[in-house]
């Protein structure tokens, strides 16, 4: 396997989790914060857009993946390590927060 295949199978993952993570904090009472994705949450749904979003972006990145290199595919992956720690973060403070409503 190759350094770029395996990059975008972390992109991919990455994806899976940033949707799963974010359903969850929702469900939990939190809130998105992408403006464009509250947008299509208020048309589509909390999951279809969530779901459907990742579903585009990986389907652009499979796409076009022979036009994008290396470099930009590590840095892509470096910044949804990044979001999805974010995410994993606060998805331990929002289950707190809705254990002391209970």
Partial sequence: MTLHTALLIALIALQVADAALTINIMRLGGRETNKLLILLIGKLGRD???VGSKLAFIAAAVYWRDQISVQVLALVVAGYVGIV???????IKQREI???AQ
Wanted: a positive charge.
């Fill in 48 to 50: 279809a857009a969530l």
């Fill in 85 to 91: 720690a974010w995410n994993v973060r606060v998805l």
């Fill in 98 to 100: 809705h254990r002391a």
